[in-house]
């Protein structure tokens, strides 16, 4: 079992390794092509409101539509039930996006062409229903193929990206071609809907804990990556599209760091919900571990390279990203604790939500606060200080509770030294 889980990981972290090359790749094509930073910071803007009206709910359905891949009833019947869940919700947010275009347009979006903005919701609205397919190869053991999907999926992407600029040469034409292909895996949901077993959508008290369930991992979502978002409209609202466009190629976590994390959580809890406590905890300690040894040489490497790395993939003028970029690796402090996992594991969620209310309240009021001083720098800062004392005030709840010490699953010293390399090497990076 535990072979299989990992497998399974390994399979997922290369699609969206795969999937957010492909997207990194698209935006370098933009500034390559020679796009104002008027129009790239118009496209990335699009990206982050889209991704702000639908992550939560996919990323609470999806999540626990995975969580039912351990039990022993048929998995295709879930399938049916999030697809269904997914187009419902899918339709909200396009009716949402469509209606306040028209009505807020001259105070949000009055840089931003109609048919500009009807693509971005039909890209979204079919990408958001296929998110469900690299799930279901995922829940279904498809390793090979999932694989294949991501293959698959990053080649039409960037080939029809290319496309879309050759014979458009328009943001337009771009995102005619990405809504295409969106449209095209949307219909492979389709086709996995069609051979499943039908589903009970709403008879079995299975599937009523399933829309529960969702919608409480659904608002914890939501809540603990509100802050997220404000920091960018502020970036924005106050800076313009230019400024944007900056940060945002600066201000992405490391893919790797992100996915490797977020699977290892994912491993944690299936770790925590299937084997004794003390047993359980001690392979959380030993595998965060292995983590830290992994991925802190990459990044010092990274962060040290990343004055080089921006101009040579963008241009010149987008070599104040690599100081975002590197602001953002700092994230380690709380990328490498998981007592998010445990509380999960054990059944304590509701604890999830009264962190990820005082990350998001923390965090807002440290942005607001901090931009008065140190600019978009202040914004950063409030954002890792957020994130950080969120993870601390999960771990007090772990002791409070369950009387589980920090040192019980957390490598204490690879933890620290590998958070102070990778501090070091960033003050380094930014004296040079």
């Known amino acids: 079992m535990k072979i299989q889980i990992q497998t399974n990981i390994n399979a997922f972290q290369i699609f969206q390794v795969l999937r957010f090359g492909a997207y990194l790749l698209i935006s370098i094509l933009l500034v390559k092509a020679g796009f104002s930073t008027e129009n790239i910071g118009v496209y990335e803007y699009l990206l982050m409101l889209g991704g702000s009206a639908s992550f939560f709910w996919l990323g609470g359905f999806l999540t626990f539509y995975i969580s039912k891949s351990d039990e022993k009833t048929s998995t295709n019947q879930y399938y049916q039930t999030t697809f269904n869940v997914l187009f419902i919700f899918n339709c909200l947010f396009a009716a949402t996006l469509f209606v306040g275009f028209y009505f807020f347009k001259n105070a949000w979006f009055n840089s931003i062409p109609s048919s500009t903005f009807l693509l971005f919701i039909i890209f979204h609205f079919a990408n958001n229903q296929a998110y469900i397919n690299e799930h279901y190869l995922l829940v279904n053991n498809e390793n090979k193929k999932l694989i294949h999907y991501g293959i698959l999926n990053f080649l039409s992407l960037l080939f029809g990206a290319g496309l879309g600029f050759y014979y458009y040469q328009s943001l337009n034409g771009i995102l005619l071609a990405l809504s295409i292909v969106a449209l095209l895996k949307m219909c492979l949901s389709i086709y996995f809907y069609l051979k499943s077993p039908n589903s009970i959508f709403i008879k079995s008290k299975k599937i009523q804990s399933f829309a529960t369930q969702g919608l409480i991992i659904s608002f914890s979502i939501l809540i603990g990556s509100l802050g997220d978002y404000m920091d960018e409209y502020l970036v924005h609202h106050f800076y313009g599209n230019e400024t944007y466009a900056i940060y945002k190629m600066g201000a992405r976590e490391f893919p790797l760091l992100q996915l490797l994390t977020n699977s290892l959580a994912t491993i944690l809890i299936v770790i925590i919900s299937k084997n004794e406590l003390a047993e359980a905890l001690q392979q959380f300690k030993k595998k965060t571990a292995s983590l830290i040894k992994v991925l802190v040489p990459i990044l010092c490497l990274l962060i040290i390279a990343s004055k080089f790395l921006f101009p040579l993939f963008y241009n010149q003028q987008f070599s104040n990203?690599?100081?975002?970029?590197?602001?953002?690796?700092?994230?380690?402090?709380?990328?490498?604790?998981?007592?998010?996992?445990i509380i999960i594991g054990l059944?304590?969620?509701?604890?999830?939500?009264?962190?990820?209310?005082?990350?998001?309240?923390?965090?807002?009021?440290?942005?607001l606060?901090?931009?008065?001083?140190?600019?978009?720098?202040?914004?950063?800062?409030?954002?890792?200080?957020?994130?950080?004392a969120d993870k601390f005030l999960l771990m007090y709840f772990l002791y409070l509770h369950k009387k589980i010490?920090?040192?019980?699953?957390?490598?204490?010293k690879d933890y620290l030294i590998g958070n102070l390399l990778v501090t070091i090497t960033v003050i380094a990076a930014l004296a040079l």
């Open 369 to 388: 606060l901090l931009m008065q001083f140190w600019g978009i720098y202040g914004i950063i800062a409030g954002f890792l200080i957020s994130y950080l």
């Open 347 to 367: 059944g304590m969620n509701k604890y999830l939500m009264i962190g990820a209310l005082a990350e998001c309240t923390l965090h807002i009021v440290l942005s």
């Open 321 to 341: 990203s690599a100081i975002y970029f590197n602001l953002y690796t700092l994230l380690v402090f709380s990328r490498f604790l998981f007592p998010q996992s």
């Open 405 to 412: 010490m920090p040192f019980d699953y957390l490598p204490i």
